[in-house]
């Protein structure tokens, strides 16, 4: 939502669990505080709300149902994260790129719907409302919380997990939590574990999985088949993004790897 004049908000959050993030502008009060870019909200269905802002103001709004946020926290590691996550309405200061980075994310998806309504049906997309963007949430929500390094070991076990889970499934699009649950340790283990063995993210690292499985496929496509079929199967919902990861990463755009003619099969038998 958009104001251009300065407002006074009062309402009650849909049930479950209700976070709202606002973009960098002046006099942003929200139930008798002041925030600003830097803080992640959370609503309450049972106590409401009231917010005054000035003009310029620009915020977005997500709800997701408290189990599951629940589930998504054990998997990735962050129990921990439970209590806030029942708490009252509060204002948690976090780090402003982890939030900017997530409300680019929901206006993205925002304008990608308003677009193409179809792409709701999308893998990627569900994989986003599913995992993607509520992790980022958690992960906004750990961000400063103190973890002790993670023993060599432990390091080493769970990258040894993960990579095979990847392994044994090449044409799936895994997710973190995937690895996560395969591994059996925290997501930042596993980023530290990615840091370490290949100087990348654990989420960076199934990025270029993705790619490269899109990069497969279009070359062995039929005619009948759109890049954007073929990226969606793989979890990339916008299209312009996908294209620009696919040119940093194969020094082409997709469609002239499409274009390409398929490679060519010999088959031979030998007696």
């Known amino acids: 939502m958009t104001f251009n004049r300065r407002f006074l908000q009062r309402g009650s959050a849909?049930?479950?669990v209700t976070f709202g993030m606002v973009a960098p502008a002046p006099e942003i009060e929200w139930c008798g505080q002041a925030i600003d870019g830097t803080h992640l909200l959370r609503f309450s269905p049972e106590t409401g709300y009231e917010s005054v802002s000035g003009a310029g103001f620009r915020g977005d709004t997500i709800s997701y149902p408290e189990p599951f946020l629940h589930d998504l926290a054990e998997t990735l590691g962050l129990s921990h994260m439970a209590r806030q996550l029942s708490a009252c309405p509060w204002a948690f200061h976090t780090d402003g790129l982890i939030l900017s980075s997530l409300r680019n994310r929901l206006r993205l998806l925002y304008a990608e719907?308003?677009?193409?309504p179809q792409v709701l049906a999308s893998a990627g997309v569900a994989r986003e409302l599913a995992f993607d963007i509520p992790s980022a949430i958690l992960r906004a929500l750990a961000a400063g919380t103190p973890e002790s390094r993670p023993t060599a070991r432990a390091r080493s076990l769970g990258?040894?997990?993960a990579l095979a889970l990847a392994e044994e499934h090449p044409t799936q699009a895994l997710t973190v939590g995937d690895l996560?649950?395969?591994s059996g340790v925290s997501w930042r283990t596993l980023n530290y574990a990615f840091r370490e063995k290949f100087g990348v993210t654990a989420?960076?690292?199934?990025?270029?999985?993705?790619?490269d499985g899109v990069?497969?496929?279009m070359r062995w496509a039929g005619p009948n088949?759109?890049?954007s079929d073929i990226a969606n199967r793989w979890g990339f919902w916008h299209m312009g993004q996908f294209a620009a990861d696919y040119r940093t990463h194969f020094g082409e755009l997709p469609s002239a790897t499409r274009r390409r003619p398929k490679p060519?099969?010999?088959?031979?038998?030998?007696s």
């Open 14 to 16: 849909p049930p479950g």
């Open 113 to 116: 719907v308003r677009q193409r």
């Open 159 to 161: 990258l040894r997990r």
């Open 180 to 182: 996560c649950r395969a």
């Open 203 to 211: 989420e960076r690292y199934l990025k270029v999985l993705r790619l």
């Open 215 to 217: 990069r497969r496929e």
């Open 225 to 227: 088949e759109t890049i």
């Open 264 to 270: 060519n099969v010999a088959l031979a038998e030998t």
